[in-house]
């Protein structure tokens, strides 16, 4: 009998908004400071709760304004569940702050034409932490997505109002790698804010893409004439030929009536003896040249309204080759470029929106808002909710000297650890990441749920056995990070194989050097390549190279080759004896032999070869020859 039914499928996960600043005050203390913030997200989520008939009494709290008669010892740990999950965790022993929103996607714009109607089996995660420091406030937020892995709706990009509501706040100032977020622009307009510049855009902690606006370059157009009235005397009437005075173009002059002209803009001529012969005067009319300067896009009006989203920067023409000189960016006349680390992502022309430049600020916007989707961000030391939960356990655990207490403990570490392992499940199946990897972590972490059923044991095993257990909850801890940054250098896998050597220069070039013949045979290659695949092994010889240098243990190393199997082999001393040529690449009349390899497929499926050796000189990687499989001696594959 054929049924009929909804097909359960698997989710992925990823970051829609993100945003991490450091506040302080002139104004008040660092306590006030942390209160003000968390005071700001109170009233957020109040208002966003109004119409509920009953709210938490968490929840209610003073305004903002009112952080004065706001005490601390008033914050505690909740959760509350009402068709959407809300949970807060605070530590005041460390000074954390964490809330946590899931809620089911409602739709956007409804009952409007812009009507986006709610996507099946979609839901958000909005989370909101601070962290209370010496001399500041850390702020980190963040708004995951969570849907069907075949979901083709897009997601839109929505920043928390408690953004703007805190950048706004006069007792606050909100910093990211030095830049004060308030809604105003940094122009390069001297030198000082041109080293201001380029601090904030070589912070390595800076997470929030660069806007540059360039300055705009002068036109010059013919205005309309200005006349310049003379007496030229006649041939007839006067000793000066004609040919005394320099003769205007054609196309710069024409005759008119001086009589209504200014006399200062007279030219200065002999007056004729001849008194008796008089010209009426005439004038000598010269279209003057003007520069205009070109209109420019207002930069103004789009930091105000990239608050959280971007940092807007104005360059003057005069800083255009410094800019380029510290940046390694090129910057023309009108351009708009969006810069993400220290890369420029996209770049406009002023060709591209001179016709229309205030309608192209919505565009533009909503590019710059794009790029926090997916995008990987630095939030300093912020805990937010599931990692403050950890800690929470751990501070807990080491409180208490009870075993039934620590193992009741070490049970709810397991089950917070799981929900991090099955989020990151999610987002390894939106980027395409390896499955493998995580069945290993999953693997480890079943190992430690075993290890954990023995804490039954007498109490002086227990102490050898939480010691064993606290080293393996950090070992997976190191694995969750392994494979979040593997995620994140994943994300930025070009698509096209004529990007692969470019993208190996700007992230490996310390590791790896790419011949120009391998560059030639992968530019020149038709066959079907996985560009995603071969990217991989290009990330795995990163890792090779770092092993050889001794930065990297072996067991760090597998970790590169658990998805491809990747694995260093040598070439046949054989075939590079009988093709040595072909084994052979030159570099600066240095010939080197590339006697290793990596390798994936076959020829009746996708194949990949990427042929290398190591150079002790530079302590380098040389690839001389990918993707295609070099001749061997043995019936090729």
């Not at 994300?491 to 030639?520: G, H, M, Q």
């Amino acid at each position: 009998m054929e049924y009929n039914t909804t097909k359960v499928r698997s989710l992925k996960s990823y970051p829609t908004y993100q945003f991490y600043a450091k506040a302080d005050s002139k104004t008040v203390r660092i306590n006030e400071v942390f209160k003000i913030c968390i005071l700001e997200t109170l009233h957020w989520i109040r208002i966003r709760l109004q119409n509920l008939p009953d709210m938490p009494n968490e929840l209610n709290a003073p305004e903002p304004e009112q952080f004065c008669s706001f005490s601390e010892d008033e914050l505690s740990s909740f959760s509350y569940n009402n068709g959407f999950q809300i949970d807060v965790i605070y530590i005041d022993a460390i000074g954390a702050w964490s809330f946590r929103i899931t809620e089911p996607d409602m739709g956007v714009n409804l009952g409007t034409p812009r009507e986006r109607p709610a996507v099946n089996g979609r839901s958000f995660t909005t989370e909101i932490a601070f962290l209370k420091q010496s001399n500041c406030v850390e702020i980190g937020m963040r708004t995951v997505c969570s849907e069907p892995s075949d979901t083709s709706v897009d997601c839109e990009v929505f920043r928390p109002r408690v953004v703007k509501a805190l950048a706004e706040n006069e007792h606050l100032r909100l910093l990211h790698s030095g830049w004060i977020i308030d809604g105003k622009p940094l122009e390069i307009t001297s030198k000082a804010e041109m080293e201001r510049f380029i601090d904030i855009f070589s912070a390595e902690d800076r997470s929030l893409p660069v806007v540059i606006v360039a300055d705009s370059k002068t036109e010059i157009e013919k205005a309309h004439p200005v006349t310049l009235p003379s007496a030229i005397p006649s041939l007839s009437a006067n000793k000066y030929s004609f040919s005394s005075f320099k003769q205007p173009s054609k196309e710069l002059s024409v005759i008119i009536n001086a009589d209504k002209m200014p006399r200062k803009n007279c030219f200065a001529v002999p007056e004729s003896k001849d008194k008796k012969t008089k010209e009426k005067p005439q004038t000598v009319v010269k279209k003057t040249c003007v520069h205009t300067k070109l209109p420019v896009l207002d930069y103004t009006e789009l930091a105000r309204s990239l608050i959280g989203f971007a940092i807007v920067v104005f360059a003057d023409e005069k800083y255009f080759k410094p800019i380029e000189n510290k940046t390694h960016i090129a910057i023309d006349y009108g351009d708009i470029l969006l810069i993400t680390k220290q890369e420029a992502v996209q770049q406009f022309t002023y060709e591209q929106y001179r016709e229309d430049i205030q309608g192209f600020l919505k565009p533009l916007k909503k590019e710059v808002i794009a790029l926090q989707k997916r995008s990987s961000y630095s939030f300093g030391n912020v805990l937010f909710y599931s990692d403050a939960k950890l800690k929470e356990y751990r501070t807990k655990r080491h409180q208490t000297s009870s075993l039934e207490g620590k193992c009741s403990i070490y049970k709810l570490e397991n089950a917070e650890l799981k929900a991090q392992i099955k989020e990151l499940s999610q987002q390894q199946n939106d980027m395409q990441q390896t499955a493998e990897n995580l069945r290993i972590a999953q693997k480890k972490l079943d190992n430690l749920s075993k290890e954990l059923e023995s804490k039954n044991e007498a109490y002086d095993k227990l102490l050898t056995e939480t010691a064993a257990k606290e080293e393996a909850y950090r070992k997976s801890a190191d694995l969750v990070r392994f494979y979040q940054h593997m995620i994140d250098v994943a994300a930025l896998f070009p698509t096209d194989k004529d990007d692969v050597c470019r993208w190996i220069e700007d992230n490996y070039s310390d590791l790896l050097f790419v011949a120009s013949r391998a560059e030639s045979e992968l530019r020149k290659y038709s066959g079907s390549l996985d560009v995603s695949s071969l990217c991989d092994g290009i990330v795995y010889l990163a890792a090779y190279a770092k092993y050889r240098r001794q930065e990297l243990t072996e067991e760090e190393l597998s970790l590169y080759s658990e998805r491809k199997h990747w694995e260093i082999q040598g070439c046949g001393k054989e075939a590079l004896r009988i093709y040595r040529s072909d084994y052979t690449v030159t570099i600066d009349g240095e010939q080197y032999i590339l006697d290793q390899h990596i390798k994936r497929g076959v020829r009746a499926e996708e194949l990949i070869r990427i042929y290398f050796c190591w150079d002790d000189n530079s302590q380098k990687i040389i690839i001389g020859s990918m993707p295609e499989h070099l001749a061997t001696v043995k019936k090729s594959t």
